[in-house]
């Protein structure tokens, strides 16, 4: 018995550190509260979701102090590709989006990436070699509680590819850009100043809206002004963004934005309120 006791107690040790080695390696501390998944069809990347809930970004634009750093995609084979952020970012979104950017036929996947110190900036993922990798990203803003709200991903100037349009921090006086993957890099197609596609503390990322308002066959991009006291239409023509016509809500934009058309609807402040916008129909 003594010296059953004596080799247990020699094993005592290695078992402790085993045990150890178990809980200090790193896992995902599963989903973000509220994130939802993303989806796609194609060869790639066909989900996409965040991960790893953290506090580490004493932010709180979207409501909580509860942001994510790692961003996880499924590829098409039922494969697992994770993105972890260093402790000085972290993913200050709620859903990721998935878009087919470069035209290969796969998605890439589009997340809002927030430095501790510099802000954010909108970051492109995609599966290259096998890897998700980041493929592209625009500048950090370049100040800490600086943020930006992607608004729409659509051919906008009806060239055959895509771009993404954001707000740049659309709280403080919000400047609409439109970007487009080429390559390695995002390129800055246009930029327009004046818009707001977010509410403080609001989970609502979808404050805007993408649809044919003019009949033309091309999108145009529906969002309020810097003020939320009216809708306006913004059209992508080569390197300018233009407004094609500007609608008052009689109260402040407080919801999504259904698009028919020139019809477009919103809940306010003031209920919700319908709209034509007066462009010329082609």
Known sequence: ????????????????????????????????????????????????????????????????AIEAGTLVARDSKGNSHAIVLPESEVFEDITPRLADLDGDGNAEVIAIRSSLSAGASLAIYGLRDGKLQMVAATPFIGRAHRWICPAGIADFDGDGRVEIALVATPHIGGTLEFWRLRGSGLSRIAALGGFSNHTIGSRNLAEAATGDVDGDGVPELVLPDATRTSLAAVALQGSRAIILDKQPLGGTATGSIRLDGANAQVDTSAGRRRITFAVPRR
Not at 10 to 32: D, N, V, Y
Not at 49 to 60: A, I, N, Q, V
């Open 1 to 64: 018995t003594s010296m059953a006791a004596s080799m247990s107690d020699r094993r005592l040790p290695w078992t402790m550190l085993l045990l150890c080695l178990i809980l200090s390696t790193p896992a995902h501390a599963g989903r973000l509260p509220d994130g939802g998944t993303a989806r796609a069809g194609g060869s790639g990347i066909v989900a996409a979701w965040y991960e790893d809930p953290t506090s580490r970004y004493d932010h709180g634009i979207l409501g909580d």
